[in-house]
């Protein structure tokens, strides 16, 4: 069964610092994905990793996959106010037509 | 671009009474997916369907039908509603094969009072 493990499940900042999301699955996937969503919101699409080493940077943001460790990673750099948001990493495998989320990381950067 | 449309935004029901919600995907995309979130949580995988023909079934109700027409919009169809249903129900849709991900919709918010 695969399952999808985020931490931290809360993280609270200043804004100008650094930190790290992390997210585990527990069975090979083919694709993961990270996925923000503000408060009563639709979920918006971060990053889609596809394969081992892979490295995205968006702004502030930069994902990372780690297929063998079954591991990725969601960086802030500087954070500012505007990233605040719940943060979800999600895995797919081939033939399955679903997503196995994260519990979501809630980020809240103070000013 | 076009992207995933829902309706309605926000709908209020009675228990014991039904609902219906709409999604329109993405032109072009053949796979539509149904999600239920509730508050302060993750999405939860209800059904989807792959060229109009159900593909896959999640942790969907009894009370609860899907379908894919024939334009390959979508409808949820909640019956016997509960007030544990009150979520945010999100539909997606994606292009098998394509390498960009799932396109969420904006939601509907269901209040079951």
């Known amino acids: 069964e695969l399952k999808v493990e985020q931490n931290p499940l809360f993280l609270s900042m200043q804004e100008g610092k650094n930190y790290t999301i992390y997210c585990n699955y527990s069975?090979?996937?083919?694709?993961l994905y990270w996925y923000r969503q503000d408060p009563g919101k639709s979920l918006e699409s971060l990053f889609v990793?596809?394969?081992n080493g892979a490295v995205k940077q968006e702004g502030r943001l930069m994902a990372s996959l780690d297929t063998k460790a079954r591991l990725s990673t969601l960086h802030i750099t500087a954070a500012v106010h505007d990233l605040s948001a719940t943060y979800f990493c999600?895995?797919?495998?081939?033939?399955?037509?679903?997503?196995?989320w994260g519990a979501g990381t809630k980020l809240i950067i103070k000013p | 671009a076009a992207g995933v449309i829902q309706s309605p935004r926000h709908l209020i029901k009675e228990k014991r009474e039904t609902a219906t919600l709409k999604c329109y995907p993405i032109?072009?995309?053949?796979?539509v997916y149904w999600y239920q979130q509730g508050p302060g949580q993750d999405p939860q995988f209800l059904i989807s369907?792959?060229?109009?023909?159900?593909?896959d079934k999640g942790s969907i109700p009894d009370r609860f039908s899907a379908q894919q027409f024939s334009d390959y919009h979508s409808e949820l169809n909640m019956s016997s509603l509960e007030l544990g249903d009150s979520a945010l129900y999100f539909c997606?849709?994606?292009?098998?094969?394509?390498?960009?991900?799932?396109?969420f919709g904006s939601g509907t918010r269901l209040t079951v009072v």
């Open positions: 997606a849709s994606s292009l098998v094969g394509q390498l960009k991900g799932y396109t």
């Open positions: 032109p072009r995309h053949d796979t």
């Open positions: 369907f792959y060229e109009k023909m159900q593909s």
């Open positions: 069975t090979t996937s083919d694709r």
């Open positions: 990793l596809l394969s």
């Open positions: 999600a895995v797919d495998m081939s033939g399955n037509y679903q997503l196995i």
